[in-house]
């Protein structure tokens, strides 16, 4: 329990830069969706699987950075199995785009170490969530993550 405690401590701290940077000017729905995305990655630091599922919408589709996707009960259920743990997570680079007053998309860049199984290793995602208020609670209904590979250039053309 203690190494929840400080990993969930070291989140909240490397977190807390996020809301002032939206400035006094941004929308609510985007201070909304913004505190539900660190109220996302406070339970994942937790392994607190109740609290996900409060977050997470019952029709979201979680795409991880090897393509698997899982379901709102899938990706609690590994949760909450113990298999899988994050510990120093860190959100960088986030940009937001309100879609409607009920819809926020935020995407950047999330840094973190990751269990899986036995097996600790550091980890950076490119990532998109999108949220969405349901009745007053903003949920995460899609996600998509992706290890960057370097960079994506066109070539010219002859």
């Known amino acids: 329990m203690k190494f929840h405690l400080r990993c969930f401590r070291s989140l909240v701290l490397g977190l807390m830069w996020l809301l002032p940077a939206v400035g006094a000017g941004a929308e609510p729905a985007v201070i909304a969706a913004l505190k539900a995305d660190q109220a996302r990655l406070a339970a994942m630091a937790a392994g607190d699987g109740a609290a ?9 589709n979680f795409v991880h950075s090897d393509g698997r996707v899982e379901s709102k009960k899938d990706y609690v259920q590994n ?10 997570v860190k959100t960088l680079d986030v940009e937001t785009t309100q879609i409607s007053a009920d819809v926020v998309v935020v995407f950047g860049v999330q840094q973190m170490r990751k269990r899986l199984g036995t097996e600790w290793s550091n980890i950076t ?10 009745a007053g609670h903003w949920r995460l209904v899609a996600w998509q993550s992706a290890r960057p590979s370097g960079n994506s250039v066109v070539p010219g053309k002859k």
Do not use: P, T
Request: net charge negative.
């Open 52 to 60: 996900l599922g409060k977050l997470m919408s019952d029709q979201l």
């Open 79 to 88: 949760v909450l199995a113990g298999d899988v743990a994050y510990a120093d």
């Open 125 to 134: 995602l490119r990532y998109l969530g999108v949220w969405r208020n349901e």
